[in-house]
């Protein structure tokens, strides 16, 4: 019988999404289902967050690692949040895109967007020279989820499945909710 090795800690998004990490949904997870319901409550916690400042409990995030390193795993649960945390962060690296331009402050956006970018997105490999996503979903998302990654814009419209359908969804509700925020809402107190 093979022993099986469970170890529970608490870490935060920026533990768990950086330090060369990379998470992948295996093919018998579920497709991309969350809706407006799980999205909104998403939002009011981070929004709560914000106001508060405080932390969110994200929730349990179960992993398993991969095979070739002790870098990539396997996420066997939490994976529906996971991925709407990171339209969050892909919501909010398109709208910093969309600034109206300040030439003076251009460099520093462009420094910030490109930091949030290869710390929560991805980064290209400095051997291959392929693009490598900090989250790769299951096979009948990932293509889709990745061309959003890549050109930070809602992914096609035509000829695409439901589940599909419902990141591209979520990425504009939160884009749209991203801009309805003041920007005096996210400087510390």
Known sequence: MEKLNLTTETRTFSDIMGNGRYYTIPLFQRDYSWGPDEWQELWQDCLDMIQE????????????????????FSIIDGQQRLTTITLIILAAIANLQKLKPDHAA???????RIEIYQNYIGRRNEQTLEKQFKLSLNRNNREHFESMLETTTV???RNITETNRLINKAFVFLTSSLRLIPAKKFKKH
């Open 106 to 112: 251009e460099s520093e956006k462009n420094k910030l």
């Open 155 to 157: 992914g096609a419209q």
């Open 53 to 72: 400042n405080s932390q969110h409990f994200m929730g349990y995030l179960v992993l398993e690692d991969g095979p070739e390193s002790n870098r990539q």
